[in-house]
């Protein structure tokens, strides 16, 4: 049946050409965005998954961030401390000079006092960011001497957690102006003189080659090699801290990676797809809008009845 008030064909052109459409445009918009799904209405569950480890990603890259500045606090008190060694060695090799008589004390100790400058300069020197661990005030409001640095962020279930690298600066530090329990200012009492003595403020300008000045001189010989081992021993524990740090960063962002790829998995659109889809698209574009023209055209026969 023919009728002017139903247009069965244009109205199936219609429809079809409206579905083509929709398609056409849902393709041209992953096309532009690069995601198929870009919204939640696209796929909710995809787009809530993709949108929490988007969120995790960034959490990552922060922590990335902090174990960069972590690396770069650890590595300058790495180089200060290993410093320090070396200028103490010094300070050694001065005081087994001294020991020998007949050697003018006073201008060895001119030279250990300039080294022991230099080993303050060092420890007040070796900051990062507002971070020194070698030269402390354990009195100060807010020290704490356990320091941490951000390592990791993880998810399990609904609950999030951040793990932290800890640094023990009673272990690393060189001074502490609060009570010289720093590994260059801790003192000793000499057995004959009875003087006190820390590495930092040895003298031996008052030495003799009496026995007793020569026993003291031998005491404070082995306290600065005690000094020696006790840094050194703390900077290997900067130094594996430093490489714990480094293998820290590496997979943080091997994890970023990954995630990333599990995210292009869930989200992306595949533009060799599309782009094919979009022309089939087009095409049928076109012929529908040829199809709802012609299927227009029918009603316009029905008056050639009435002529």
Do not use: C, H
Not at 136 to 147: C, I
Not at 189 to 205: P, R, W
């Amino acid at each position: 049946m023919t009728s002017i008030m139903t247009n069965q064909s244009a109205m199936t052109a219609l429809q079809s050409l409206t579905n083509t459409n929709k398609n056409l445009s849902q393709t041209q918009n992953r096309i532009s965005t690069g995601y198929r799904v870009s919204n939640a209405e696209d796929n909710a569950a995809y787009w809530s998954i993709a949108t929490t480890m988007r969120s995790d990603r960034a959490a990552l890259s922060t922590v990335k961030d902090a174990l960069g500045l972590g690396a770069a606090t650890l590595d300058v008190a790495y180089t200060g401390m290993k410093t320090a060694i070396d200028v103490t060695k010094e300070i050694k090799n001065k005081l087994v000079a001294a020991r020998q008589p007949g050697i003018d004390r006073e201008k060895v100790q001119s030279e250990i006092v300039e080294l022991q400058n230099q080993l303050q300069s060092v420890a007040d020197s070796s900051v990062f960011s507002g971070e020194n661990w070698l030269s402390v005030d354990s009195s100060a409001a807010g020290y704490n001497a356990t320091k941490t640095m951000i390592a990791s962020f993880s998810r399990s279930g609904g609950d999030v957690s951040v793990g932290t690298i800890s640094v023990d600066v009673d272990g690393t530090k060189l001074f502490d102006a609060n009570d010289q329990s720093g590994l260059l200012d801790t003192e000793d009492t000499t057995a004959n003189g009875g003087d006190d003595f820390s590495v930092s403020s040895l003298s031996i300008s008052a030495i003799t080659d009496s026995d007793d000045d020569l026993e003291d001189l031998e005491q404070m010989i082995g306290f600065v090699d005690e000094a020696i081992s006790g840094m050194t021993t703390a900077a290997s524990n900067l130094g594996a801290i430093k490489q714990r740090t480094k293998l820290q960063s590496e997979f943080v962002s091997a994890l970023m990676t990954a995630i990333d790829r599990g995210v292009g998995a869930l989200v992306d659109a595949d533009m060799n797809e599309e782009s094919t889809r979009l022309q089939a698209l087009q095409v049928q574009q076109q012929l529908g809008i040829q199809a709802l023209s012609i299927a227009n055209q029918n009603s316009q026969s029905i008056l050639s009845l009435f002529r």
